[in-house]
């Protein structure tokens, strides 16, 4: 009886383990300056003029499967539902991968030359434009874009909101979190209202770290890991101001 | 052809050329210590599982399920076991010439290294296992990891190495 209670006691906590996972593959992401992205069976990848498929069906065994030109300025790549965003010093492009094969090339939003890391979120991407030594030397803007790619094929700018530095970003539901350069990590409250059609977003600032010059972030699961230099630092978003996990040196 | 099209035509030219003008090609000791590794040689370095080590320069970062990857551009990786968030683990860096990015599915982790791509599988933080090398994934660009602007090099020799990062 005592074996029989224990087991179901097992199995419930076995099936509530399971229902907590929002799908059945295993949890995997990239940060927002990411130039891999994994999509169903098929790894993505860019670099300089080319972006390279390669099949992943077989996990142990990629293949590699076709080259595709893309333009000589691109940074970043991420995956969204069908399609590719690849975050460029130009502009945005977008990428139609219903043939997972043979990605193409459907729209672009041009701006000024600036680097750009690229993440979408419920329909709406975030692309932030920063300028250093390394990229552009001083010629771009700063500032954070807002766009709407609800239908991929015409991204309609929303809103551009003026940053210091920003270089990598994340979203999660709500909140978004910036690497802003020297002005720190900072998290705002995404606020989204949809009238007749026409998508209104404002941010408002929740949080910052101000001593975090951070380069990359991941937000999931309540996490918040921040690549800062010299070490990697850990956030609980649970609530804010956020509470400091575990670092690594 | 008209006189005006003529014209913008010359416009448009010299300012290219005034722009070409901006790369001088240069034979100073940044060039001269450039080597050359064939792709075999390259190859046959191959990679290193090595015990963890203190992070430099934190570059990309990736989460897969609990474990942390944190990449040293053109090194390599940092394996951490983040089980427990309060109190990550370091578990190995793996050494990794041309190294920029990655990415795992199924508890196989992909890293580029220079134009191969390598497959390792991590399900075993303890006993990380190189799988295989999938030759010429990618483009090998040769601007990658050292300071070669304004030198002349020819690939046919192979993969660029030493001088100046």
Partial sequence: MKNKILLS???????????????????????????????????????????NVLDIADASTPK???????????????AYEDNLYVGSSSGLYIYDKTTPTQPTRISMLRHVQSCDPVVVSEDIAYVTLHTNSSCWQGAGDNRLEIIDVKIPETPTLIKAIDMWEPKGLAVDGENLFICDGSN?????????????????????????????????????????????????????????????????? | MNFKIIRKLSIVLLALFSL?????????????????????????????????????????????????????????????????????????????????????????????????????????????????????SFTYDPYQSYRTDGCEFNLTNGLIVGGEK
């Fill in chain 1, 9 to 51: 006691m097992l199995a419930t906590f076995l099936v509530g383990c399971g229902g907590e996972s929002s799908s059945s593959t295993s949890f995997s992401q990239g940060g927002s300056m990411a130039r891999f992205a994994i999509s169903g069976n098929y790894l993505y990848t860019i670099n300089k003029r080319e972006m």
């Fill in chain 1, 184 to 249: 720190g990590l900072k998290v705002y409250q995404i606020n989204k209202s949809d009238n007749n059609d026409t998508v209104n977003i404002s941010i408002d600032l929740k949080d910052s770290k101000s001593e975090i010059d951070c380069y990359d972030v991941i937000a999931n699961n309540k996490i918040l890991v921040v690549s800062n230099g010299k070490d990697i630092r850990q956030f609980n978003y649970l609530t804010f101001p956020m509470e400091e996990l575990g670092n690594i040196k």
């Fill in chain 2, 20 to 136: 070409q003008g901006c790369v001088d090609y240069r034979d100073d000791p940044v060039c001269s210590e450039l080597n050359y590794l064939t792709f075999e040689e390259f190859r046959a370095k191959g990679i290193d599982i090595l015990e963890a080590r203190e992070i430099n320069q934190a570059g990309k970062i990736y989460v897969y399920e609990n474990t942390l990857l944190v990449i040293e551009k053109n090194q390599g990786v940092h394996v951490i076991d983040n089980t427990n968030t309060k109190d990550p683990q370091p578990k190995a860096f793996i050494k990794i010439d041309g190294n920029i990015d990655m990415a795992v599915k199924d508890d196989y982790l992909y890293l580029d290294s220079y134009m191969d791509l390598i497959v390792l599988n991590i399900k075993n933080l303890e006993h990380i296992k190189e799988i295989r090398r999938v030759n010429n």
């Fill in chain 1, 64 to 78: 590699n499967l076709n080259k595709i030109h893309v333009p000589f300025d691109v940074e970043t790549l991420f």
